[in-house]
């Protein structure tokens, strides 16, 4: 297993890129934010792809930019719907660690409640959305992760430290 080349997962606001980006620091490896790199690929935001285009057009460009960056040695953030597409489990599974970033649905809420820039909450109940989407998605992390740590019960140097120590048990 690859531990140079590390897949974050998990729902939306479980901390993907601010855990992203320090351990990439920490690990002295580049950091890609797949959603970043779709924006820049699309020269527009995603709320504006899926609005535009519509989910299954964004989901085939996030398949290739997936498909890309897996090519690089990098701590790689991924969206929380990466795991819809079964081939992205795939290409994940091929060659790294996959770390799920779990976080409960009244955390999820909290952290993403006054975030515009998300159009899968584009809704009148978005708790229920989040519950939905936690229900549906939870079992594809589960199935593709390498390990899990839980972002809501820990900060982001107790998140740090327990990727840190199970990273060691794979190298």
């Known amino acids: 297993m690859n531990t140079n080349k590390i897949f974050l997962i998990g729902p939306m606001g479980a901390g993907k890129s601010s855990i992203g980006k320090s351990l990439a620091l920490l690990r002295q490896l580049p950091f890609i934010d797949i959603d ?3 924006v820049k690929t699309c020269r527009m935001d995603i709320p504006s792809i899926f609005s535009r285009d519509g989910e299954d057009f964004f989901r085939r460009i996030e398949t290739e930019t997936l498909q890309k960056c897996a090519t690089y040695d990098a701590v790689i953030a991924t969206g929380g ?3 819809v597409t079964p081939k992205n489990l795939e290409i994940m599974r091929q060659d790294g660690i996959v770390v799920y970033l779990y976080a409960d649905v009244d955390t999820q809420y909290l952290r993403t409640a006054h975030d515009e820039n998300r159009p899968m909450l584009k809704v009148d109940d978005k708790k229920k959305r989040l519950n939905d989407l936690f229900l549906a998605r939870q079992p594809l992390y589960e199935s593709v992760m390498t390990f899990s740590v839980d972002t809501g019960a820990n ?3 107790q998140c740090l430290d327990l990727i ?5 048990g794979y190298e």
């Open 36 to 38: 970043e790199e779709i």
């Open 81 to 83: 719907g990466i795991v």
């Open 155 to 157: 900060t982001i140097h």
């Open 164 to 168: 840190k120590a199970k990273l060691t």
